[in-house]
């Protein structure tokens, strides 16, 4: 079965720190790949997407995402985060023609100290 | 564009309770996903409903059960509840032909207690 992983339960950074907070799936055929944000209190939005094309993708609010299809991951970066940045961070992945299903990590829990 | 959104927020239900969730899907879209998100953990998918009629299923009962309308909104029904069941279940719409879809679009959420 399909699964995707993410690492980090986890982060707590201070502010301008950089961050990377990983993401793999075991899928071995096409897939887009997702990264979506959950703020307190609010519902999840997607932060970035790749279908296909450059590996590397850009999001909202300075966030990228490298796609490495040979190491099946799919980790998000920020240079240097935001007190706003605190959320929790899911990473999502879904077949190629196998409908919509999205299968979604477990989540990584960012605490930004001011 | 109006968003995803979903009814009622909140809802307390006791063991063995039906209950049904409502979703209204974005403006421009045509398909209605549910997933299920147990607390500290990802969402779960439940199902996936496109033209009517549903378009794949995640490791969920038969008790879970959904309906789509002509105008797109959802509904998930959800029989002999348990109180496993507590969870948050969301609404993702998306535009899509069946086989491929496009991305999807998140509503806030029901929050549902079973006592």
């Known amino acids: 079965a399909q699964s995707v992983s993410q690492h980090n339960h986890h982060v707590i950074l201070s502010e301008a720190a950089s961050l990377e907070l990983g993401c793999n799936y075991s899928y071995g055929g096409t897939v887009n790949l997702f990264w979506y944000v959950q703020y307190p209190g609010q519902h999840l939005q997607l932060l970035l997407k790749y279908f296909s094309g450059d590996p590397l993708v850009k999001g909202i609010k300075g966030f990228e995402a490298e796609f490495i299809k040979s190491k099946f991951s799919f980790n998000l970066r920020k240079p240097s985060v935001q007190w706003s940045d605190t959320a929790e961070y899911f990473c999502a992945v879904n077949k190629i023609n196998a409908g919509n299903m999205l299968t979604f990590g477990g989540g990584t829990r960012l605490m930004v100290k001011p | 564009e109006t968003g995803v959104t979903q009814s009622p927020t909140h809802l307390i239900k006791t063991r063995g309770q039906q209950v049904t969730l409502r979703c209204s899907s974005q403006?421009?879209?045509?398909?209605v996903s549910w997933y299920q998100q147990a607390l500290g953990q990802g969402p779960q998918f439940i199902f996936q409903?496109?033209?009517?009629?549903e378009n794949g299923r995640g490791n969920f009962p038969p008790r879970f059960s959904g309906l789509q309308f002509p105008n797109y909104s959802s509904e998930l029904n959800v029989n002999a509840l348990e109180l496993d069941d507590s969870a948050l279940y969301l609404c993702a719409s998306s535009w899509g032909t069946g086989g491929i879809q496009e991305t999807q679009y998140f509503g806030p959420g029901t929050r549902l207690l079973v006592l």
């Open positions: 409903y496109y033209r009517e009629e």
């Open positions: 403006s421009g879209h045509n398909t």
